[in-house]
C-alpha cells in the first residue's frame, strides 16, 4: 500500500491508458499463486474493510495533485463489498475518485436486477469478463451490459498460466469482430 502512489504515478508517466487496483480477498480461487501471494501480503498489513478506500482516498488526492487524468477502477470479489455494505460501498468508492468496478463473482442477473442501479447512481462504470469459452450470444449481452469496456480474459485457466498466443490472437479478433 505504501508503493501505490510511486507505482500509479509511474503507469501515468509511461502512459497507461488505466489503473486497476485489486482488492485483497482472503480466498482469490480464480487467481494464480502470483496474486493469491500478494493477497496474503496485503492482508497482513490490513486494517479493516475500509482500508480500500483510504488508500484510494489517498492516491485520488495525489492525483488531482499531480494533475493526473487516468481512469482508476477496483477489481475484486463480492463477499467484502457485501459485508461492507454494496451501496455504501460505491457510494464512498465514488467519493474517493475511483471510476469504476470489474467483480467477476457478481452475476450478470443480480447485476441487472439489483446492483446496476447503484452503480450507475454513483457514476462507476461496470465492466464484465469473458472467455474464450463464453457464447457470442453471451459476449453481446455482458458487452451491452458493461459500461466501461469488455474485459477479454484470455483463458479459462487461472491468472498467471502459459498461454498459446495463437489462440489469444484468433480470440481477441473474433470478440473485436462482435
Same mark, same amino acid.
Given at each position: 500500500?505504501?508503493?501505490?502512489?510511486? *507505482?500509479?504515478?509511474?503507469?501515468?508517466?509511461?502512459?497507461?491508458?488505466?489503473?486497476?487496483?485489486?482488492?485483497?480477498?482472503?480466498?482469490?480461487?480464480?487467481?494464480?499463486?502470483?496474486? /493469491?501471494?500478494?493477497?496474503?501480503?496485503?492482508?497482513?498489513?490490513?486494517?479493516?474493510?475500509?482500508?480500500?478506500?483510504?488508500?484510494?482516498? #489517498?492516491?485520488?488526492?495525489?492525483?488531482? /495533485?499531480?494533475?493526473?487524468?487516468?481512469?482508476?477502477?477496483?477489481?475484486? =470479489?463480492?463477499?467484502?463489498?457485501? /459485508?461492507?455494505?454494496?451501496?455504501?460501498?460505491?457510494?464512498?468508492?465514488?467519493? *474517493?475518485?475511483?471510476?469504476?468496478?470489474?467483480?467477476?463473482?457478481?452475476?450478470?442477473?443480480?447485476?441487472?436486477?439489483? =446492483?446496476?442501479?447503484?452503480?450507475?447512481? =454513483?457514476?462507476?462504470?461496470?465492466?464484465?469478463?469473458?472467455?474464450?469459452?463464453?457464447?457470442?450470444? #453471451?459476449? !453481446?449481452?455482458?458487452?451491452?451490459?458493461?459500461?466501461?469496456?469488455?474485459?477479454?480474459?484470455?483463458?479459462?485457466?487461472?491468472?498467471?498460466?502459459?498461454?498459446?498466443?495463437?489462440?489469444?490472437?484468433? =480470440?481477441? /479478433? !473474433?470478440?473485436?469482430?462482435?
Amino acid at each position: 500500500m505504501e508503493d501505490t502512489l510511486t *507505482v500509479m504515478a509511474a503507469l501515468e508517466k509511461s502512459g497507461a491508458d488505466m489503473i486497476e487496483l485489486g482488492m485483497p480477498y482472503s480466498d482469490p480461487l480464480a487467481d494464480g499463486p502470483v496474486i /493469491q501471494h500478494s493477497n496474503t501480503i496485503a492482508f497482513a498489513k490490513w486494517h479493516d474493510d475500509k482500508e480500500i478506500v483510504r488508500t484510494i482516498k #489517498r492516491v485520488s488526492e495525489e492525483s488531482r /495533485q499531480r494533475g493526473w487524468a487516468i481512469p482508476v477502477l477496483l477489481m475484486g =470479489y463480492m463477499n467484502p463489498i457485501l /459485508q461492507y455494505g454494496f451501496e455504501k460501498f460505491c457510494a464512498d468508492a465514488s467519493a *474517493v475518485g475511483v471510476d469504476g468496478l470489474i467483480l467477476p463473482d457478481l452475476p450478470e442477473y443480480e447485476y441487472e436486477t439489483e =446492483y446496476g442501479a447503484i452503480t450507475r447512481k =454513483y457514476g462507476l462504470d461496470f465492466v464484465f469478463l469473458v472467455t474464450p469459452e463464453t457464447s457470442e450470444e #453471451r459476449v !453481446k449481452k455482458l458487452d451491452a451490459l458493461s459500461s466501461g469496456f469488455l474485459y477479454a480474459v484470455s483463458s479459462s485457466s487461472t491468472t498467471g498460466r502459459d498461454k498459446n498466443m495463437t489462440d489469444v490472437k484468433a =480470440y481477441l /479478433q !473474433k470478440i473485436k469482430n462482435l
